[in-house]
């Protein structure tokens, strides 16, 4: 009887180490941090927050989303000229290339591989120098599978993000529903 169940064992710890490996080897997001800037972990749960908007540039589709805090604001009609969003309101923007949908009937780009993960995050005591807005992106790498840090510091997406003051330093609208 041991003989017979001898194989199985092996087996069964074969098995579990390939699996111990393969969780070893996948990234732990809450350990990336830009270098002097956001923290992966400090957005925990961005995978469930609500979608504000989708976007699009050439050859990328991308969809913003929203922690409760800023939809909350979002809702009462910001980012409205000479009003700002309260500090905790959070963003993620997730972009993937585009691909063609081969099971749809009519002609309809979804997403495709992941591209970057963006974060900004509004917190007027750490981040005065940029109007209380801080921002962070991390490229993903297709062959190893992993999100990398772009860039250095919180103030990375401020100079681009300056041209819409007004709005509060955000781009995206909360379009009708």
Partial sequence: MRVQSLPAIVVTLGVLAVAAGGALAAQDRNSLKVPGGLSFSDFKGYESWE???????????????????????????????????????????LDWARKPNPQSPYAV?????????????????????????????????PVSKTLKPRGTGSECGYACHSGVAAQDYIFTAYPAR
């Fill in 51 to 93: 979608p504000v908007a989708p976007s699009a540039v050439p050859g990328e589709i991308k969809v913003i989303a929203a922690n409760p805090t800023m939809m909350a604001a979002y809702r009462k009609g910001l980012p409205v000229q000479g009003q700002a969003f309260p500090d905790g309101s959070k963003i993620v923007k």
């Fill in 109 to 141: 780009e979804v997403p495709g591989g992941l591209k970057s993960v963006a974060f900004i995050e509004k917190d007027t005591k750490r981040f005065p120098k940029t109007h209380g807005w801080a921002y962070a992106l991390f490229d993903w790498d």
